[in-house]
C-alpha cells in the first residue's frame, strides 16, 4: 500500500474547479476508497514566504494537503491522469503499512 499526498493552494484550480475536489472527485472514480483534504494553519513553500491564518491573511493562500492510501496500480493511474493533462503538483509517494488495531 502506498501514502500518495499532494501539497498545493487553497484556491489552485483544474479544470473549472478547485485541485482538492478535482483530485478526490478523480480518485473515487477510479475506485480508490477514501481520500481526505486538509487545510494548513500555517506553513511556508520553496520561496520562505510564512503564510499563517490570520485576520489579515488574504484568502487562498494556506497550503492544503490532499492525501490518499491506495495500491500501486491505482497510484500509478491516478498520476498517469495528471501527466496525460501536463499538471504540475508536487506529491509524496510512500510505501506504509495500514489496518486496524
Not at 33 to 50: D, I, M, N, Q, Y
Not at 80 to 86: D, L, T, V, Y
Request: aromatic content about 10%; overall charge neutral; glycine content about 10%.
Amino acid at each position: 500500500m502506498n501514502l500518495l499526498s499532494f501539497y498545493i493552494s487553497e484556491k489552485q484550480h483544474h479544470a473549472g474547479k478547485l485541485l482538492y475536489e478535482w483530485l478526490l472527485e478523480e480518485a473515487r472514480g477510479l475506485g480508490v476508497h477514501g481520500g481526505s483534504a486538509f487545510r494548513a494553519v500555517a506553513g511556508f513553500g520553496r520561496h520562505g514566504k510564512l503564510h499563517e491564518e490570520t485576520f489579515f491573511e488574504l484568502a487562498g493562500e494556506l497550503a492544503m494537503k490532499v492525501e490518499f492510501i491506495l495500491d500501486d496500480a491505482l497510484a500509478e493511474q491516478l498520476l498517469g491522469k495528471m501527466r496525460a493533462q501536463n499538471m504540475k503538483v508536487f506529491y509524496v509517494k510512500q510505501s506504509v503499512q495500514s489496518g486496524v488495531a
